[in-house]
């Protein structure tokens, strides 16, 4: 199987001196999920911003930015007591099972803490966490649509970019060049293996316009878990079959906190999922300075504007995909232009700073109601 088993790029170091104030936290930020994910990514990125905001502790899987974070067993010896000056401590969690902790820490524990649940999902919880989020504080929603799906929603809120470490390169051309891979730039794709990310479908559509695209290199930035091997095997020989074996690439799992680095050496981002709840990758590539094609799912449409900064194209549908990039890379003068209103859009609408403030007054109206 082709892929690049080596990173171009030198390795980031973790930031193990971000300033912490977690001795007597108001909030506690969970991540109780081993794997990496797109939950992960929001957490890693919010998580030193908020260090500066708030009395925080972080408490879940170290991160790639270097915080090492406390157990539940911390969690819940912390917060058997109340904070100095505040009547109880937040704890703000993502995930059902971290819905279903907190709830046995609050309601059979009685602990003085308070519930604030993120939802992304855009369609109908099942019974079991619509009952979750029915018994929280305040929910957070990331999107308008996610908000429709959650009738107790507090504040729409969505995800933010840290453009400090999302920015466009002084030049893609030398950074692609420094990947060590064919071609003059590059396209890619970034997320999981398998088939609810679209991989087939972004396979698909390069065979289909790679042959009409001199210069450019295809790239799929993900891991494929054990139970998708065979569905990663199966892409790489239709690959193969098409000749284009040195032109379309499986990286393999890149590092998180590099990830980055991809982004600033391709010129166009592909994101068609079948579904996705929000969908990070597009946001962090379109800071980076990525024209961007992406499939009608997630807040895709909160971010592309067709023909401005990419295209956006129908759910499963690799001769669609494969039509909108060769418009996107007609003309790379003019696809350049595109990363830079992608970039100007996720500046002015997705900061990661606005993702914060926002976060921020919801726990405020929480406090301000004790």
Known sequence: MRRIDRQPFAMSV????IPRNDDDPEVIVFNLKKRYTGVSATVNALVPLQFSQWRLAYCGTPLSNGVVGWTL????NVSKRPPVNRAFRIWHVRRDHEMMAGLWARDFLRLPIRLVFTSAAQHRHGW???WLISRMDAVISTTPLAAHFVPNTTAVVPHGIDLKRFNVPTDKTALWASTGLSGTYGIGVFGRVRPDKGTDVFVDALIDALPE???????IAGLAQPKDAAFQSDLQARIDAAGLSDRLVFLGEVPAADVHKWYQACTVCVACPRYEPFGLTPFEAAACGCALVCSQTGAFDMLVEPGVSGEMVPLD???????ALRRVLRDLSK?????QRARERV??????ANEAAGIAGVYQKLFDRA
């Open 73 to 76: 067993r911390q969690a819940i």
């Open 317 to 323: 549908d690799a001769p669609a995909l494969a039509a």
């Open 213 to 219: 695209l001199p210069g450019a290199t295809a790239v």
């Open 347 to 352: 500046s002015t609408t997705f900061a990661l």
């Open 14 to 17: 973790p930031m193990n001196d």
């Open 335 to 339: 696809t350049a232009e595109m990363g």
């Open 128 to 130: 079991f966490p619509r």
